[in-house]
């Protein structure tokens, strides 16, 4: 399947769709969720045009994923969670829920998170 260059995500990247910037580097960037689901709700994209988690880390440079990670540490110190705690989420492919079809990593925390679900 090839990239959608016009997901709403490669949009953000080209600032065609505004965002509320955390943070940003050669790897990433980090902005807050327009719905987010706990008082703290980031965003973290890589900026190739990568669609899943798989992908990613199968296609990306070694500097690109370790950016990346890196990107998203200091994104979750910059949004105020790291002494707190918080959860990290990827929802990759249909099954697992990925809304967006261009890789991206939740952080989710301002308080408690709640309990995984099965």
């Known amino acids: 399947m ?3 260059t016009d997901n709403v995500f490669a949009k953000i ?3 065609e769709i505004p965002s509320a910037k955390v943070y940003e580097d050669d790897f990433a ?3 807050n969720d327009i719905g987010a689901a706990r008082p703290v709700h980031v965003l973290v994209i890589p900026k190739g045009a990568y669609e899943t988690q798989s992908d990613f880390i199968a296609n ?3 500097a690109e994923v370790l950016g990346f990670w890196r990107a998203v540490s200091v994104a ?3 949004a105020g969670v790291t002494d707190g705690g918080y959860r990290l989420i990827v929802n990759t492919g249909e099954d697992g829920g990925q ?8 952080i989710l925390g301002g308080g408690p998170v709640g309990r995984m679900v099965s």
């Not at 809304?99 to 939740?106: A, G, K, N």
Request: hydrophobic share 45%; no cysteine.
């Open 2 to 4: 090839a990239y959608d």
């Open 13 to 15: 990247l080209r600032g």
């Open 29 to 31: 960037l980090a902005f």
């Open 60 to 62: 990306g440079s070694d």
């Open 76 to 78: 979750a110190d910059l």
């Open 99 to 106: 809304e967006v079809p261009h890789f991206h990593v939740h």
